[in-house]
């Protein structure tokens, strides 16, 4: 359980990228026409800029352990993250707070964790913000190769800055989403491989988001996620990213 617990710190929501880009590695012209078709995919610069927060709530299905429940989510720049997920059996709560990560079960308070457990959630962050990360300039983008896949031709992209594990994405080369991304953790002294597939794409105040993010580790999955509703630029308030707080969709700043 502790292993399964680990790896749900690893589930992620996605939110896509943006236009920066610098290591070429690969077919440089190919990415340098490449990255811009994603960014107007998800609504360009303008769209991006202006949402600074987001929340989401759906449900969620542990297939790793059998279980079930209720899944929301609270992004908020900058660093800023919390996820609740509510099972049938037990409870989860990881929080990013600019450089602290906390993690809890059940009615327990989350506790600070460091090392792999908190670039875990730091990696969740910066999966829903790559867009305006690479908008920013913040991450070095290498064009690795193609694959395939349900049929679908994607790129694959590497993405890396100097804070937690490269980042890879896949964009499929028709419809210019990005279908899976996957990173690269040690635990227990093994190395993990944690991805996750989005599809079901809607698009909200001009960018797009998965309403289905089915996750996996070492190939084999976990879980997938469900998303009713997106809101975009709630109120948040700065507590609910602190230990001991609940967290109140519609708080006042």
């Known amino acids: 359980m502790k292993y399964l617990s680990f790896l749900f710190l690893c589930l ?3 939110t896509p990228p943006g236009h920066a880009y610098a290591e070429t590695n690969g077919d440089a012209k190919e990415l340098a026409g490449l990255v811009p078709k994603i960014i107007m995919t998800y609504g360009g610069e303008r769209s991006l800029e202006k949402i600074g927060s987001f929340s989401a709530e759906g ?3 542990a297939v790793a352990f059998g279980d079930q429940g209720e899944y929301s989510l ?5 660093k800023k993250l919390r996820v609740d997920i509510k099972y049938r059996k037990s409870s989860e709560h990881r ?3 600019g450089d602290k990560g906390y993690y809890g079960t059940d009615n327990k308070t989350p506790a600070r964790v460091e090392g792999s457990q908190y670039l875990a959630i730091l990696y969740q962050y910066k999966s829903m913000d790559i867009p305006y990360s690479l908008l920013k300039g913040r991450y070095k983008v290498s064009l690795i190769g193609k694959t395939k896949i349900d049929g679908a031709e994607t790129a694959v992209l590497m993405l890396r800055d100097e804070e937690g594990p490269p980042i890879k994405i896949y ?3 028709k419809s210019f989403h990005i279908v899976r991304t996957s ?3 040690a635990v227990d002294d093994a190395m993990t491989a944690l991805s996750s597939e989005f599809s079901d794409f809607i698009n909200r105040d001009g960018t797009v988001f998965p309403r289905t993010i089915t996750n996996y580790a070492n190939g084999q999955k976990i879980a997938v996620t469900r998303i009713r509703t997106y809101k ?3 109120a948040i308030n700065d507590s609910i990213f602190r230990p001991g707080r609940t967290a109140k969709p519609g708080a006042k700043r």
């Open 232 to 234: 975009i630029n709630p």
């Open 183 to 185: 990173g690269f953790f």
């Open 59 to 61: 449900r969620i299905d």
């Open 95 to 97: 929080i990013l707070d």
């Open 12 to 14: 992620i929501i996605f």
């Open 74 to 78: 609270h992004f908020k720049r900058e």
């Open 171 to 173: 964009v499929d080369l």
